[in-house]
């Protein structure tokens, strides 16, 4: 590990840093990515809202409004590429008073302005029309026919992925203390003492992008940490709507919505509350009855008694309300990729691009390599076999007939694929990242002993070695 040198180092590894490595291997870049975490996707691309944002909210102008414009049909190319699920179901931005009506005017403007055409206020007997279970006290909706639904966790495994399979590194467990200059390269040392150099560095380690910045001497950087929280329901209200519900935005952000997920569910949520740090992401009762609250006004048939899991994931805002993505003026061949916030998720494959630009610009030759491949098999390919199909295959892998997840229908062999594919899957909450194992409504208390049990087997370790999520999450201490 010490002494290890690359051209390009990515600090922090969620999508945007994911998205940064893939792009830096289409033109055969040296690149290492570097994550605290013992897995990827551990921030804010674990527990966001996981939608495809039209472009009609960013400040016309703003980096978000151009990344945005660009980013969007982008995205959906590459999830395809990458067998990532995504859909484009559209999204309501709905009004409940004439004064909320006059500012979907505005949004409708703004999105013009931005260069989305895909847009169109209608009232609210034609959205009722369109969405059933819509409240009735919707006076009129901002139909955005481009926006979609994405997983941002598959989103964010999958470039690494294809990052790794196209030769980037990815060292996690790696949280970096300190970063000098050593000649012409920079020397990044862990907290546990090892090293890698780099010849530049992508600073995109989310809520803590402004600690890293400050490690070469740039202190422009100041993340306010944005809490949100979310309820997830059961697959049973999953059909509820079909389209994302939002309300009309505020300065806070884009309110509470109601949204379906590619893989079934209904999502309602997030809050946004200011925290102290982004290490505060616990759930609170407050947060939870507002979800509950403003989800209703959208949707009153939303039943809550359905809920199966809560989770808060932590946004990083900043004062001016846009992106920060350039060369740090504290530090030459060091990148800031900072405060990305919404829409910073549609924005990944465009922000990546943009990143790749911007090392263009500062001295870094790059060229198309011929080697590259943006195509990654499909991790879901069993699932989406028909019944005829899954028999022969079984008759080959048995595996893939013993049904280990009840809940999600997910099999032993799916499991075992996740822990031996790149990035590959190290405990249960990376199992269940990767195949949903423990996603169902018993949230995985009738197949985690035997997901622990093939992680053991697969890693060559012993069962008291497992963790939940890595560091002291162990699940069992010892054998009686």
């Known amino acids: 590990m010490n002494n290890m040198k690359y051209t390009v180092a990515v600090i922090g590894v969620g999508v945007i840093g994911g998205m940064i490595g893939r792009e830096l291997t289409r033109y055969g870049i040296k690149t290492v990515m570097l994550e605290k975490g013992n897995d990827v996707a551990l921030g804010a691309s674990k527990a966001n809202s996981g939608i495809v944002h039209g472009g009609y909210d960013p400040e016309p102008g703003t980096l978000k409004a151009k990344l945005n414009a660009s980013g969007v049909e982008k995205l959906f190319n590459t999830a395809l590429e990458l067998n990532v699920p995504i859909k484009r179901n559209e999204s309501f931005v709905c009004a409940f008073s004439e004064e909320e009506k006059e500012h979907l005017d505005v949004l409708y403007k703004r999105g013009h302005e931005n260069g989305i055409t895909a847009l169109e206020i209608i009232d609210g007997d034609k959205a009722r029309e369109l969405e059933k279970n819509l409240s009735e006290s919707v006076v009129a909706a901002l139909w955005v026919k481009n926006a979609g639904i994405v997983c941002p966790y598959e989103l964010t495994v999958a470039s690494v992925g294809n990052a790794m399979d196209n030769g980037a590194s990815l060292v996690t467990d790696f949280e970096v203390t300190s970063i000098s200059k050593n000649g012409d390269a920079f020397e990044i040392t862990s907290k546990d003492g090892r090293t890698v150099y780099a010849d530049y560095v992508i600073n995109s380690a989310g809520a803590y992008s402004g600690k ?269």
């Open 212 to 480: 890293i910045a400050s490690l070469v001497g740039d202190d422009s950087i100041e993340i306010i940490p944005r809490a949100g929280e979310y309820l997830l329901l059961d697959k049973s209200e999953g059909e509820r709507v079909s389209r994302t519900i939002f309300q009309v935005p505020t300065k806070e952000g884009k309110g509470i919505l109601v949204s379906p997920t590619v893989d079934g569910n209904l999502l309602t949520g997030p809050t946004a509350a200011v925290v102290a740090s982004p290490a505060n992401k616990e759930t609170t009762a407050d947060g939870m009855n507002k979800v509950n609250t403003l989800a209703l006004k959208s949707v009153p048939t939303v039943n809550f008694r359905n809920v199966i899991t809560s989770f808060t994931g932590v946004r990083s805002s900043n004062k001016d309300g846009d992106f920060i993505i350039g060369e740090s003026a504290a530090c030459p061949q060091f990148i800031n990729v900072a405060a990305i916030d919404s829409p910073g998720l549609t924005c990944c494959v465009s922000i990546a691009e943009y990143v790749i630009d911007i090392l263009k610009g500062i001295g870094l030759t790059l060229e198309k390599s011929a080697s590259f491949n943006g195509k990654r098999n499909d991790p879901h390919f069993f699932r989406k076999m028909n019944d005829d199909e899954k028999n022969e295959f079984i008759k080959a892998n048995p595996a893939y007939g013993r049904i280990v997840c009840r809940c999600e229908g997910i099999s032993e062999g799916e499991m075992r694929y996740a822990v031996r594919t790149n990035p590959p899957a190290r405990d249960l909450d990376g199992v269940k990242r990767r195949t949903r194992a423990g996603m169902g409504r018993c949230q995985g208390g009738f197949c985690s002993p035997t997901v622990m049990k093939l992680i053991a087997e697969e890693r060559g370790i012993g069962k008291e070695q497992v963790t939940k999520n890595g560091g002291g999450s162990y699940i069992v201490t010892e054998k009686l």
